[in-house]
């Protein structure tokens, strides 16, 4: 196989030069053009070793994607040996009979995973198939005397097969584990002792420590102090929730500021988290059901080849007839469909978008409804400070300025947003190394001669301040907009009130028009209220939405989309969307979001962000033009050996020049991507190449 992969190196090198001289491109592409370069990338695009290391970096404890490079190295090997050693019996047995036999049982040996595909076929009720043509095609030859053409059409079947199992992810993943991100040791109060145990430790009844900066590892109910909490991840809400004695908390929520004592009352398989998970673990996957593109091409075919070979047999003989099967009508589109896959996955993961499995890449031509998750999808996770209000005898940048002060060294996101706002507005922060710190509903420091205090209405009233009258009118009109209210005191008044909105991704509202002008339908699917989802669904032209959704229920309206007869794309990053994401015929997460996401999704954006959706259908298009080269290719010789064989009277050996020559001008076709595209960079997200048309 390395001289075959050779040629097509070298046809799909040839290819591009002419291409480029008759366009008469100078560009730097052409330029640096390497064809070292490509036999180089035309293997790990086979292997995927590149996606395979994707892959690690976004969840590097997972078990199956460990020592897979050396148990593929193996099996390359092993199967190297197994082809040469066969085709070398065979040919032995083409000049001494003692060798025939044996040569015979190495051939049917080597064609073995082709057998036990057809097996499983035939189980599922899907009787003629390409691994059925490829079965009779070797044992034909065999049974009429050519057992060097059935050892190389036994070697080529089993790299067919092995080019199908690297298209389809088909390996055995993991259940979701939606705490794989927990701590593996938490600290508990045990009889006025604070002490630290294993994760897996935890007991009904304990009383659970969780500081700003973790993750509340159990669902209960906070018996001591108060804490902002982030829990979009579960929920979908945009803004942080306040939490204080008596009250619920769950797993798998990030606590922003404060320090709560939790009373355990579910932990582990029982929280509301892990059941998210177990549903998610039961969904059917969209994916299992869809069969590649070449591969379904050149079955549909089968039944017209099979035909016409018994009419040839019964015309012809027997020999005709192994020529019309092996004119491959549409049997190429088995090799050149998956090679052109893998090989714009190569060209794909080294512009940050990993795509673990063919069959997505090639349904994105089918999308034509997109559904995003809005918070955490739509949005960033910092907000940003809207209206300023004051309420007080001071002006917008001494409160700024105030509250700025007073968060500076806290690590949260809303902290990190009113930081901002004030180098912004080129502010400077009075910082005092002297300043005490009391976090609760928010924090209290001592900034000269200044008492500040930053935090809720519940912060203020807790410490005795009393609120201004026409604060009910901005809580009123906040909550009609989707925002929240951070309130700032200086020594006992009320100086102003900050407006905290949602920070909505830059590259959001282009993408929008872009897919509008692609006629797709768009939608929001979020757990968050009414009012801030509608609102960030009409500043970016987003066709539909469902706010107050549930996690259970976001996968339903996925699932009553696709019923609908939409094909449906669910791009999500919260453990609350991860059985949408498995609901849906197009799956895609962010690199930095939930396990369960990520985990979940047959599509990553490596970069974090949304920029490089519009990059993926761009490469969509591409590969469609691509695939279509490829079917008109793997119908052409196959019609000219079918005439020709009636009309001229081809032999065998002619049949399979005219197979083999068409498939090594297909193949050269499907290089064109790694050649068109070609880069010595390979993960390079900070400079990700541009798309080249």
Known sequence: MLIELFLLGGGATLWHKLKHKKNNKTDTQ??????????????SALVGTERQEQQKSIDPENPNLQGIDKAQQQRSGNNMLLSVGAVGLAALGMVSPAFYLLGSAAVIYLGRHVYQLVWQDIKRGHIISVYLVSSLLVLGMIATGQLLYSAIAAVLSGFMVRLIKNAENNSQQRLINVFSEHPTQVWIEKEGIEIEIEFADIQLGDIVIVQAGEIIPVDGEIRHGFASIDQHILTGESQPVERGIGEKVLAATLVLAGRIHIVVETAGEETVAANIGKMLNNTKSYKNEVMLRGKKIADSMLPLELGGSLVTWALLGPLPALGVLWSGLGYRMIMFGPISVLNYLQVLSRRGILIKDGRVFESLRQVDTI???????????????GVIHVLADYDENQVLQFAASAEHRQPHPL????????????????VSEQASYEVGYGIKVQLQQHTVRVGSARFMQREGLPLPLEINKLQQQAEEQGHSLVYVAVDEEVAGVLEIQPSIRPEALELMQYLKQRGITTYIISGDHEQPTRNIAQKLGVDHYFAETLPENKAQRVKQLCDAGKFVCFIGDGINDAIALKSAQVSISLKGASSAATDTAQIIFMDG??????????FSDEFEETMQRNVAISFAPGIVNIAGIYL????????????????????????????????NTTQNLKQLPPYQT
């Open 371 to 385: 559904v995003f998750d809005k918070t955490g999808t739509l949005t960033e996770e910092q907000p940003t400070i």
């Open 609 to 618: 962000t949304l920029v490089l959706l519009k990059r993926l259908f761009e």
């Open 415 to 430: 902290a990190r947003a009113i930081i901002h706002k004030a180098k912004t507005q080129g502010l400077t922060l009075e």
């Open 648 to 679: 001229l009277h081809f032999g065998l050996t002619t049949s399979m020049i005219l197979f083999y020559g068409g498939t090594v001008v297909g193949l050269a076709n499907s290089l064109l991507p790694l050649a068109k595209h070609q880069d």
């Open 30 to 43: 052409a330029s640096t053009f390497n064809s070292k370069q490509l036999f180089l990338d035309l293997k």
